[in-house]
Nanobody, 120 residues
Framework: HVQLVESGGASVQDGGSLRLSCVAS??????MGWFLQAPGKVHEPIAV????????YYADSVRGRFTISQDVALKTMFLEMNKLKPEDTAEYYC????????????????WGQGTQVTVS
């Protein structure tokens, strides 16, 4: 069972930037990504990356503002968040998948504990 540990969440002002990190105990999977859960809403996939081919996928709500990346040697995935808006306020979760397919609609069965991002 893989362990995923997120960090980097904080409170920032509208228009600010943050960088989230996710360290995985096992980075031999197929696909990793970030979901968010805003207050009172369901989990929503926002960015996904293929571990082996580096293919990236973004939700429309974050495309052009957020960048997902990875350092396989460090077993770490990142989410660079720019031009943050109050509506980005949410708990952000790191997720991992160990088989195909990879994409925003893939089902992820490995989840971290989450890190809170608040934009005001």
């Amino acid at each position: 069972h893989v362990q995923l540990v997120e960090s980097g969440g904080a409170s920032v002002q509208d228009g600010g930037s943050l960088r989230l990190s996710c360290v995985a105990s096992d980075y031999s999977g197929f696909c990793m990504g970030w979901f968010l859960q805003a207050p009172g809403k369901v989990h929503e996939p926002i960015a996904v990356i293929g571990i082996r081919d580096g293919a990236v996928y973004y939700a429309d709500s974050v495309r052009g503002r957020f960048t997902i990346s990875q350092d396989v040697a460090l077993k770490t995935m990142f989410l660079e968040m720019n031009k943050l808006k109050p509506e980005d306020t949410a708990e952000y979760y790191c997720v991992a998948r160990y088989s195909a397919p990879c994409g925003l609609r893939a089902a992820f069965d490995n989840w971290g504990q989450g890190t809170q991002v608040t934009v005001s």
